[in-house]
């Protein structure tokens, strides 16, 4: 006859989705998706349109601009624009910005 083991921890669906999203970086993409959302509120529009790419790896972010002048004013708006995707996802998790 077989014994039944009793599970010594306990660990909740939230938990597990947690470990699940940082081992296999699925929470920078659904960060991505967010900033992608609410970048044109961020920048404008008119900037916005300028815009080729958003990638988020970790804690960073790559934002690639088709017109010099666009990418030159947002190097020189860094700390500005992490602020205020920090702000517009609700949570502090961006630190770095590369502008390409």
């Not at 959302?37 to 690639?64: D, H, M, Q």
Request: contains cysteine; aromatic residues 8%.
């Amino acid at each position: 006859m077989l014994k039944k083991s009793k599970l010594k921890h306990h660990n909740t669906i939230n938990d597990v989705m947690g470990k699940i999203n940082s081992r296999y970086l699925f929470a920078s993409k659904f960060t991505e998706i967010d900033l992608e959302k609410i970048w044109p509120e961020i920048v404008g529009p008119n900037v916005a349109n300028c815009t080729t790419g958003i990638k988020v790896l970790k804690s960073t972010i790559y934002v690639r601009f088709d017109n010099a002048a666009v990418k030159n004013e947002m190097f020189n708006r860094r700390e500005q624009l992490i602020k205020a995707i920090n702000v517009g996802l609700g949570r502090n998790h961006i630190e770095k910005i590369f502008i390409q």
